[in-house]
Antibody, heavy 114, light 112 residues
Framework: EVQLVESGGGLVKPGSSLKLSCVAS????????MHWIRQAPKKGLEWIAL????????YYADSVKGRFTISRDNSKNTLYLEMNSLRSEDTAMYYC???????WGQGASVTVSS | DVVLTQTPVSLSVTLGDQASISCRSS???????????LEWYLQKPGQSPQLLIY???NRFSGVPDRFIGSGSGTDFTLKISRVEPEDLGVYYC?????????FGAGTKLELK
């Protein structure tokens, strides 16, 4: 069974940093690109980043470019999202998703508030 | 950036009715490889989104054949024939042709 499990969310102050993790199982993680997608409370979905299977290419939404970094460790079947200079507008549920969208995690909640 | 405009914003249906959702793109979604990377997702209340349709018209494994995706270029449609209770939620189109990738704003399917 394909499974993605996010962790690392929490309540942080504006300007601080946080690192999310997403552990994959049930498929060959090293063969697939991976996305981070977020959803602010009561809002729609926002794509924020993609990393190729071999980390050769990374793409970001303008809203997070320069502040967030997507990375992966294929030896640990783990995807990461390092978030710096957090703002209140980054408050959201953060989902990792397998490329082609056929598997999503349950989400990690991030709240940025003073 | 590519803007995906979904209409309607909300759709009230009676069980057994047909529902139709439009997704219009500000640019053609046909990629240089000839494929069109337009996907449809359903997010049920309290759940993560789930893939319904990929590459415009291909149903993901296990998706009932009452879900039909169609379209090309900039105009796409998701039709749901014979709406059932488990079809209720918010539908999103998503394009993975142009960087940055983008979602439509969503269409809420609810009971009349």
């Amino acid at each position: 069974e394909v499974q993605l499990v996010e962790s690392g969310g929490g309540l942080v102050k504006p300007g601080s940093s946080l690192k999310l993790s997403c552990v994959a199982s049930g498929f060959t993680f090293s063969s697939y690109g991976m996305h981070w997608i977020r959803q602010a409370p009561k809002k729609g979905l926002e794509w924020i980043a993609l990393i190729y299977y071999d980390s050769s290419n990374k793409y970001y939404a303008d809203s997070v470019k320069g502040r967030f970094t997507i990375s992966r460790d294929n030896s640990k079947n783990t995807l990461y999202l390092e978030m710096n200079s957090l703002r209140s507008e980054d408050t959201a549920m953060y989902y990792c998703a397998k490329n082609q969208g056929d598997a999503w995690g349950q989400g990690a909640s991030v709240t940025v508030s003073s | 950036d590519v803007v995906l405009t979904q209409t309607p914003v909300s759709l009230s249906v009676t069980l057994g009715d047909q529902a139709s959702i439009s997704c219009r793109s500000s640019q053609s979604l046909e990629y240089s490889d000839g494929y069109t990377y337009l996907e449809w997702y359903l997010q049920k209340p309290g759940q993560s989104p789930q893939l319904l349709i990929y590459e415009v018209s291909n149903r993901f494994s296990g998706v009932p054949d009452r879900f039909i995706g169609s379209g090309s270029g900039t105009d796409f449609t998701l039709k749901i024939s014979r709406v059932e209770p488990e079809d209720l939620g918010v539908y999103y189109c998503f394009q993975a042709t142009h960087d940055p990738y983008t979602f439509g704003a969503g269409t809420k399917l609810e009971l009349k």
